[in-house]
């Protein structure tokens, strides 16, 4: 059995209260839990920056946080905005996991409820699985009676994202397995092969780079570690290998992207290994990549391209930077 958290980019925090939730609970989370979605049609959820206002790039990508079915069940909340928008921060992916560590270390040790591995989903509620490309997507379910002058006016929803696994086979039980082991990651749509891990630092000089993508935790912790990333393209060259690592320093979570290589012409390959100077073995940690595509046209621009409505809308006439998420790497001392 697995459960993946769905849609958390909707959860304002709800379902992870490891903070307060009893043993039975934590023990039975990090058995089961070992992946959540970061990516589907209703928004991204890899992060939140602290100010609602802050519009960098580093958590801009497909934010949808206004929940209406939220809205129409609960009614008005009696809170400020400052609760409101930590709340929604509290259950995104990159919050979840810091929320693990300071779990672990307040646990003593015994265990990390959210090591959560990463997956993308579709969720458009047509039965289309792997049905994600920009150029003929209409909006969501809730889109298919609107006019295209309206569909460009509630532009929120995305095509969805995929899940791939790197397995030992095609078949239920390997890709069960992969799952299970957190052998996985996640894309905004685009078939990206992606591979991250913990390697030698000549990894990329090798024709065959020797590490286990994903797998979970860190365990040569005496010395920094290297890690490596290895993608290749799908339809569109690639432009961008981050790297994202959150920390707890005497006990104060501590966070960071780091910019890896850019490509200003794309790459149809590319490996890149980074050591972490600032390795503190005593410290529980995490890691993951994160590799972007060159822009191409987000579907509203196709669609009020072949609407001529980008006049209309100017705002909807954008290009949006596709991407793909590794799960992460844990150092728990």
């Known amino acids: 059995m697995l459960t993946i ?4 980019n909707w959860a304002d925090g709800g379902t992870f209260e490891v903070e307060r939730a009893p043993e039975a609970e934590l023990a039975a989370r990090a058995r089961f839990e070992r992946l959540a979605e970061i990516h589907q049609e209703k928004g991204n959820s890899e992060c939140l920056p602290e100010d609602r206002n802050d519009t960098d790039a580093d958590c801009a990508f497909e934010r949808l946080v206004t929940n209406s079915a939220k809205e129409r069940l609960t009614g008005h909340e009696d809170l400020t905005d400052a609760q409101i928008w930590a709340n929604a921060r509290s259950s995104y992916y990159r919050t979840l996991l810091g929320r693990g ?5 307040s646990s003593g040790g015994e265990r990390n409820p959210l090591m959560l591995g990463a997956i993308g989903s579709t969720d458009t509620h047509f039965g289309t699985a792997g049905k994600v490309s920009s150029d003929d997507f209409f909006g969501g379910i809730s889109s298919l009676w609107l006019t295209d002058e309206e569909r460009l006016g509630a532009p929120g929803y995305n095509p969805g994202g995929l899940v791939a696994v790197w397995a030992e086979e095609n078949t239920r039980a390997a890709i069960f397995d992969a799952l299970k082991a957190r052998s996985a ?3 905004s749509g ?4 992606l591979r991250f ?3 030698a630092a000549n990894a990329c000089e090798q024709a065959a780079p020797k590490f286990a993508p994903f797998m979970g935790e860190l365990l040569n912790s005496a ?4 890690f490596t990333v290895q993608a290749a393209r799908d339809r569109q060259r690639l432009a961008r290998v981050d790297l994202v690592k959150g920390s707890l320093v005497n006990g104060e979570y501590q966070e960071r992207t780091v910019v890896l290589a850019e490509f200003a012409e794309g790459r149809d390959t590319l490996c890149v290994s980074w050591r972490d100077r600032d390795y503190d073995p005593a410290s529980p940690a995490f890691w993951y990549a994160r590799v972007l595509e060159q822009p191409t046209p987000r579907w509203t621009k196709h669609l009020c391209q072949r609407s001529g409505l980008c006049d209309q809308f100017p705002d909807q006439d954008v290009m949006v930077q596709q991407r793909a998420w590794s799960s992460p790497i844990w150092r728990l001392p």
Not at 5 to 8: F, R, S
Not at 101 to 105: G, I, K, N, P, R
Not at 190 to 193: E, G, L, N, V
């Open 5 to 8: 958290p769905h849609n958390i």
């Open 101 to 105: 560590l300071a779990a672990y270390e």
């Open 185 to 187: 990651y996640a894309t």
């Open 190 to 193: 685009p078939r990206i092969r």
């Open 197 to 199: 891990g913990a390697s």
């Open 223 to 226: 010395e920094s570690p290297t």
